[in-house]
């Protein structure tokens, strides 16, 4: 029997039942039988970066972070946009990869889900195509405007959006090989 793969998915909302940890949700629950997701809302416990901190004197939860990044086969991120840029816990979690090799070459995918969210999404493409140290494929990255339109409270989403949504995950599926 083979092991499934792990996507390592993490919503940049530290906010309870957001349209980005139910989108994430909803791919967990879509793809149970495929794939493991894991979902990290830990976002709201990372201590601020500092560049001064040498490694080895990381808190557990930067150390942990790392370990999930490390060991997943697929890493996923759903972000909203916060004042035309990425929110600040989702920014200084990717600030405490950055001595670090763990998103080298890693399969990568990203949603943004927002009110506009432009910037987010380009700041987070730059960001990542960085850290990945390679450029991320089209269809492995998505833009939602209006995401709160096309997600309820009840993590209901628009079927249009599903189908985005699939197709992004199997090509994230696909780089995991």
Known sequence: MTHKKKI??????????????AILKMIAGLYADMVDIQIYNQLDKLPHFNPRVEDEHVSQEVRDLRNHIREADGILICTPEYIFSLPGALKTALEW???TTVFSGKPFAFIVASGLGEKAFESLELIMNTLLQYTIR????????????????????????????????????????
């Not at 833009?143 to 997600?151: C, D, N, P, T, W």
């Open 138 to 177: 089209d269809d492995a990255k998505l833009l939602i405007q209006g995401a709160r339109s096309k997600v309820d409270a009840g993590g209901s989403i628009d079927a249009g959006l599903t189908t985005d949504i699939r197709r992004l995950v199997d090509a994230l599926i696909t780089q995991m090989g």
């Open 97 to 99: 990869t950055v001595s």
């Open 8 to 21: 390592f998915a993490i919503s940049g909302s530290t906010r309870p039942h957001s349209s980005n940890e």
